[in-house]
């Protein structure tokens, strides 16, 4: 999966750079996440590829504002994409890198404070979907298989984002447990000077 295919999914209706950095923050950063200085490059790739077109009209206020709409070259390519299988494989998670070369930095305690500034920081990402989740059924009912065909396939996607939000928050839970275990079970003196032994955080043998 790439920024190109989520741009021409979005592009379904015509839209600007900022309507599509909103749809960004507001409908699909459960799994993507883009900022205005990704999403002009590519569109302007996508439209030297003639995936698509863009015309200037006015705007409320201020300059013309470009609108973007889908060829039907773009059209092609979404469909050969959503047509394609899943695309697994494609995830990246930083902090889980920075998680795994965290030894380097030798004190179990700025490993829990970054857990625990990790699981804050998802909590809150939790709770926005689940806020997301109450508009829906308020707006729309809690019966999905009812929904308009782009509802239901939307609603699947948020709960996937909640679901996949959830495991990790528990993640966050396990592993900082795991860390106040480590803590405990480390020379009392150490841990009250707020220092530890050159070895303290050896990979076990």
């Not at 459960?30 to 006015?58: D, G, N, V």
Request: proline share 5%; with cysteine; hydrophobic share 40%.
């Amino acid at each position: 999966m790439s920024l190109d295919h989520i741009l021409l999914g979005l592009l379904r209706e015509p839209a600007t750079g900022y309507d599509l950095k909103n749809a960004f923050s507001e409908n699909v950063r459960h799994f993507w996440s883009a900022e205005l200085s990704q999403i002009y490059p590519t569109l302007k790739r996508l439209e030297q590829r003639r995936m698509l077109r863009s015309r200037l009209e006015p705007s409320p206020k201020g300059p013309n504002r470009r609108v973007y709409t889908l060829t039907d070259e773009g059209r092609k390519e979404l469909m050969r994409w959503l047509r394609g299988g899943p695309a697994v494989g494609t995830e990246r998670f930083a902090y889980l890198a920075q998680l795994y070369f965290m030894d380097a930095v030798g004190d179990i305690d700025e490993t829990r404070a970054f857990m625990t500034a990790l699981r804050d920081h998802l909590s809150r990402w939790l709770a926005q979907l689940w806020a997301v989740e109450r508009e829906v059924i308020a707006a729309y009912g809690d019966a999905p298989e009812r929904y308009s065909g782009a509802g239901f396939h939307q609603f699947a996607a948020l709960r996937m984002g909640i679901h996949s939000v959830g495991s990790k928050v528990a993640w966050c839970d396990e592993t900082l447990a795991a860390i106040d275990r480590r803590l405990a079970s480390m020379p009392h003196a150490a841990t009250a000077a707020g220092t530890e032994p050159d070895d303290r955080e050896e990979s076990p043998s």
